[in-house]
């Protein structure tokens, strides 16, 4: 008699269900992903942010480089003029890998008009 309970004991380990073990894989994959939708979603708001703080540079930048370029174009339409000042500027820059391009022949002379 021991052994027929012994037996059905054994028998009800047997029929024991997966579904705990696959509940608690589905629910931490399910957390898993979670965690990495929220961690890439503040990277990428702090990345629009990072984008947002140079914006301002940048355009200062923008500025600075249309002043320098407009200066340098400046410089050597005067040099073409003939203006020794302006002349070895030009050449001192050429021989430190500066080129200046000067701008379109149409803008010319818009300039010397002035």
Not at 7 to 12: F, V
Not at 42 to 53: K, P, V
Not at 86 to 108: C, F, H, M, Q, Y
């Amino acid at each position: 008699m021991n052994e027929h309970r012994h037996e059905s004991g054994s028998g009800r380990q047997a029929e024991k269900s997966a579904f705990p073990a696959l509940l608690i894989a589905l629910l931490a994959l399910i957390g898993w992903f979670s965690f990495q939708a929220i961690q890439l979603f503040e990277e990428r708001n702090a990345l629009a942010d990072s984008h947002q703080a140079q914006e301002q540079q940048m355009q200062n930048a923008s500025k600075m480089r249309a002043s320098l370029d407009a200066m340098a174009s400046e410089t050597a339409r005067l040099a073409q003029q003939g203006n020794a000042s302006a002349r070895t500027l030009i050449d001192e820059l050429r021989k430190r890998g500066v080129t200046i391009n000067p701008k379109d022949k149409a803008a010319s002379p818009a300039l010397a008009d002035k």
